[in-house]
């Protein structure tokens, strides 16, 4: 599954700081425009996964189901 997500990197001194505008807690730092960008791929990637692991500890009667949303630009 792929979805997509707004990236915004912000030059600080001689660091890139990098967060997703739709998750809040993705956020990382990298010295290049690549390396900054691969490490907000793998901390969304992390949050991602510890969230899915707390809400299936929940363990049964939680319902897991797609939700789609139109986001205004």
């Known amino acids: 599954m792929e979805r997509e997500y707004t990236a915004v990197i912000k ?12 998750v809040p807690g993705v956020n990382t730092q990298g010295r290049t425009l690549k390396e900054v960008r691969e490490n907000l791929k ?21 319902i897991h189901e797609p939700l789609r949303i139109t986001v205004a630009a």
């Open 42 to 62: 793998d901390a969304a990637m992390l949050l991602f996964e510890v969230n899915r692991k707390i809400s299936r500890a929940h363990g049964r009667g939680v």
């Open 11 to 22: 030059k600080e001194g001689s660091w890139y700081v990098a967060w997703l505008e739709e």
